[in-house]
């Protein structure tokens, strides 16, 4: 009896044990109780613009991880390249002005004779007397700008922000003074006797130009006896004044559009408050290897990126400069080919409280000096521009074809008015055989029409008896003008004057 029941209890636990592995071996299905919803996640695969990207229930496989990565990365240095324009603009300005001997504070470049095509400078003008500097204020502390009267002027930062006016749409009111530029943080004492100017960054861009009404040499000369530039340290015995003439000689103060952009912007903050573009800015360059106190060494993959970023950056701004989408930028609408520099006049590049992208880079990848003096139209005061860019048609200008433009009678302008010629390539004044690739109301031989109007010609050669009214092109490349208006009137403003469509002649 003993040994048929432990037989018994053998054969039932073994039957238990079976049917336990019997179950591990088959659990049952499990049913889900909600139904997860097909936008929270991603399917084995989905094809995009960077390829077909494939998942095992949600995750990436190691070619889509790679692929998404790069991605990543070239869209945040695409968008560092193009959010970095302003302030890369204003670190090849110092750049070039250095190049010319201009690499302190009491070194100034001036353009005795005016600037002709050879200075590489975004929009220059042949009809101002330029004088310009730049200030270190973590060499030197904080520095003084004594001003003389009959002068124009503005400072920028180092981001391109405008910090203050000088001249006529300053504190000084055109009767000139002393300026104190004091560095970022600065906490020490500040004397009387000056217009105080606080700065965000270290470097500041010192913009001036002076007034031509008593003649060229009257102006520079003005500006050579009266500028100084020193060290508040220094005020008992500042450095001698160097001015530097810049008129006819070759400098490059445009911002480059290859890999080396990034190798200049890493440069630029080294030297700058480590906040001086906000966390967002920081972040953005620290996720490409852009770090302040670290070197910028990307490895082979890291600057193929950069470089493919940096052409996309540049085809970008080029789209926006000369094909605009912004409404702000029209001066008369779509179907006219001319623009304003400052998008809606807006010198901030604001736009609903929020920064306008695209108006913003428009302007600094062609233009410099930021000011609200420059966007405020008073009537026979100051200046205002207008900028074309296309033909009638809305089609690139051909320097290897004849075109037209006719202002009509009567420009309303208290001064005078001028128009310019730019390269597409630098946005800086064409280099042809005019030194000076400029026409209107100030140049001789420039023919007027009975009626008053007049027609400026563009092509390669001068068309018979249009000596006087020709502005020189070159086959193979594009162009486009600026038409300066100085002392704009009424009709201007209201735009019950407005100059011609450039017309394709053949």
């Given at each position: 009896m003993k040994?048929?029941?432990i037989?018994?209890?053998?054969?039932?636990?073994?039957?238990?044990?079976s049917t336990?592995t019997?179950?591990?071996a088959a659990?049952p299905?499990?049913?889900m109780?909600t139904?997860?919803?097909?936008?929270?996640t991603?399917?084995?695969?989905?094809?995009?613009?960077?390829g077909?990207?494939k998942?095992?229930?949600?995750?990436?496989t190691?070619?889509?991880?790679?692929?998404?990565?790069?991605?990543?990365?070239?869209a945040r240095?695409?968008q560092?390249?193009l959010n970095?324009?302003?302030?890369?603009?204003?670190?090849t300005?110092?750049?070039?002005?250095?190049?010319?001997?201009?690499d302190a504070?009491?070194?100034?470049?001036i353009w005795d004779?005016?600037?002709?095509?050879?200075?590489?400078?975004?929009?220059?003008?042949?009809?101002?007397?330029?004088?310009?500097g730049?200030?270190?204020l973590?060499k030197d502390?904080?520095?003084?700008?004594?001003?003389?009267?009959?002068?124009?002027g503005?400072l920028?930062d180092?981001?391109?922000h405008?910090?203050t006016?000088?001249?006529v749409?300053?504190?000084?009111?055109?009767k000139?003074?002393?300026?104190l530029?004091?560095?970022?943080?600065?906490?020490?004492?500040?004397p009387?006797g000056?217009?105080?100017?606080?700065?965000?960054?270290?470097?500041?861009?010192?913009?001036?130009r002076g007034y031509?009404?008593k003649g060229?040499?009257?102006a520079?000369?003005?500006?050579?006896?009266?500028l100084?530039v020193y060290?508040?340290a220094k005020?008992?015995?500042?450095?001698?004044?160097?001015f530097i003439n810049?008129?006819?000689?070759?400098?490059?103060?445009?911002?480059?559009n290859?890999?080396?952009?990034?190798?200049?912007?890493h440069?630029?903050?080294?030297?700058?408050?480590?906040?001086?573009?906000g966390p967002?800015?920081?972040g953005?360059?620290?996720?490409i290897?852009?770090?302040?106190g670290?070197?910028?060494?990307?490895?082979?993959?890291?600057?193929?990126?950069l470089?493919d970023?940096?052409?996309?950056?540049?085809?970008s701004?080029r789209?926006?400069?000369?094909?605009p989408?912004?409404?702000?930028?029209?001066i008369?609408?779509?179907?006219?080919?001319w623009?304003?520099a400052?998008?809606?006049?807006?010198t901030?590049?604001?736009?609903?409280?929020?920064?306008n992208?695209d108006?913003r880079?428009l302007f600094h990848?062609?233009?410099?000096v930021?000011s609200p003096?420059?966007?405020v139209?008073?009537?026979?005061?100051?200046?205002?521009?207008?900028?074309?860019m296309?033909?009638?048609?809305?089609?690139?200008?051909?320097?290897s074809?004849?075109?037209?433009?006719?202002?009509?009678?009567?420009?309303?302008v208290?001064?005078?008015w001028?128009?310019?010629?730019y390269?597409?390539?630098?946005?800086?004044?064409?280099?042809?055989?005019?030194?000076?690739?400029t026409?209107g109301?100030?140049?001789?031989?420039f023919k007027?029409?009975?009626?008053?109007?007049?027609d400026?010609?563009?092509?390669?050669k001068a068309?018979k008896?249009q000596?006087?009214?020709w502005?020189?092109?070159?086959p193979g490349?594009?162009?486009w003008i600026?038409l300066?208006m100085y002392?704009p009137?009424?009709p201007?403003?209201?735009?019950?004057?407005?100059?011609?469509?450039?017309?394709?002649?053949k």
């Amino acid at each position: 009896m003993k040994a048929k029941r432990i037989i018994a209890v053998i054969v039932t636990a073994a039957m238990g044990i079976s049917t336990v592995t019997a179950a591990l071996a088959a659990p049952p299905k499990m049913k889900m109780t909600t139904e997860i919803p097909a936008q929270i996640t991603a399917p084995e695969n989905v094809k995009t613009s960077i390829g077909e990207l494939k998942f095992f229930d949600g995750v990436p496989t190691k070619k889509t991880v790679d692929t998404v990565y790069d991605y990543i990365d070239r869209a945040r240095a695409v968008q560092v390249f193009l959010n970095s324009i302003p302030a890369l603009s204003m670190y090849t300005l110092r750049e070039g002005q250095a190049s010319i001997g201009a690499d302190a504070s009491n070194k100034i470049a001036i353009w005795d004779t005016l600037m002709d095509s050879t200075t590489v400078l975004l929009t220059g003008n042949t009809s101002t007397m330029y004088a310009v500097g730049f200030l270190d204020l973590e060499k030197d502390g904080p520095t003084v700008i004594d001003l003389p009267p009959r002068m124009l002027g503005v400072l920028d930062d180092m981001a391109f922000h405008y910090m203050t006016d000088l001249g006529v749409a300053g504190p000084d009111k055109g009767k000139g003074g002393k300026f104190l530029i004091l560095p970022p943080g600065y906490k020490g004492k500040v004397p009387d006797g000056y217009f105080v100017v606080p700065s965000k960054t270290n470097g500041v861009w010192v913009f001036t130009r002076g007034y031509l009404d008593k003649g060229i040499k009257a102006a520079s000369d003005n500006i050579r006896n009266n500028l100084k530039v020193y060290p508040l340290a220094k005020a008992a015995n500042p450095p001698k004044m160097a001015f530097i003439n810049v008129s006819g000689k070759k400098m490059n103060t445009v911002l480059p559009n290859d890999y080396s952009f990034f190798e200049k912007l890493h440069d630029l903050i080294q030297g700058e408050p480590d906040d001086y573009l906000g966390p967002e800015a920081k972040g953005m360059m620290a996720a490409i290897g852009i770090e302040k106190g670290k070197p910028f060494n990307p490895d082979a993959r890291m600057k193929k990126i950069l470089t493919d970023a940096a052409a996309i950056g540049n085809a970008s701004a080029r789209a926006i400069s000369y094909f605009p989408r912004e409404p702000g930028n029209f001066i008369y609408g779509k179907n006219s080919a001319w623009i304003m520099a400052y998008a809606n006049k807006d010198t901030a590049f604001k736009k609903n409280g929020a920064y306008n992208l695209d108006a913003r880079i428009l302007f600094h990848f062609g233009y410099i000096v930021v000011s609200p003096a420059m966007a405020v139209t008073v009537p026979g005061k100051g200046s205002d521009y207008g900028l074309a860019m296309l033909d009638s048609k809305q089609r690139p200008l051909d320097g290897s074809r004849t075109y037209k433009l006719h202002i009509p009678p009567n420009p309303p302008v208290k001064d005078f008015w001028a128009v310019t010629m730019y390269d597409t390539q630098t946005r800086s004044q064409l280099q042809t055989d005019q030194q000076f690739p400029t026409l209107g109301s100030q140049t001789k031989g420039f023919k007027k029409n009975t009626d008053g109007s007049y027609d400026i010609y563009f092509a390669p050669k001068a068309p018979k008896g249009q000596e006087g009214n020709w502005l020189q092109t070159i086959p193979g490349k594009s162009w486009w003008i600026g038409l300066r208006m100085y002392g704009p009137l009424q009709p201007w403003i209201d735009q019950t004057w407005r100059p011609g469509e450039i017309e394709l002649v053949k």
